[in-house]
């Protein structure tokens, strides 16, 4: 096989792998974390007032056992009014993300079932007002 050919088998494989990498790079999906990013960038100081304030209480734990998420609140919030939301954010698929609203109950305790959520890995995102107190805590979570 002379040199000409050699050449040319070089070129025609380097044209195939180009377009191979050419056809990955569009079909990869990539996801925002969120759709309204700068609305939630403005309201961005509410979380660092948010989570200043839970620093100053007792830490939230989260617990599973028996198929249950418990999301424990501090002790000095039972029979509080608790309103507001748990995200369970999954940074690799945006369709496995859950928004739960909070229906604490009068021990400080919220109750979701497991089966609500896929396996994965999860950032619990949780933003709560007490008595017109915003607090914002998050919390990793790992689901088998």
């Not at 698929?93 to 009068?106: E, F, G, Q, Y």
Request: one cysteine or more; proline letters at 1%; aromatic letters at 12%.
């Amino acid at each position: 096989m002379s040199w000409g050919n050699k050449l040319i088998i070089v070129f025609v494989v380097f044209a195939a792998l180009m377009a191979t990498l050419v056809y990955k790079a569009t079909q990869t999906k990539f996801e925002l974390v969120s759709k309204d990013y700068y609305q939630d960038e403005l309201r961005y100081q509410d979380k660092i007032d948010g989570a200043a304030n839970a620093a100053l209480e007792a830490p939230t734990s989260i617990e599973v056992k028996d198929g249950l998420i418990l999301l424990r609140f501090p002790d000095v919030h039972k029979n509080a009014n608790i309103t507001g939301e748990a995200w369970f954010y999954c940074s690799v698929d945006a369709t496995k993300d859950k928004h739960i609203a909070l229906n604490v109950d009068s021990n400080g305790i919220q109750i979701i079932e497991r089966k609500r959520l896929q396996k994965g890995d999860y950032q619990i995102k949780i933003s709560y007002e007490i008595n017109q107190k915003k607090y914002y805590v998050a919390h990793q979570l790992q689901l088998q």
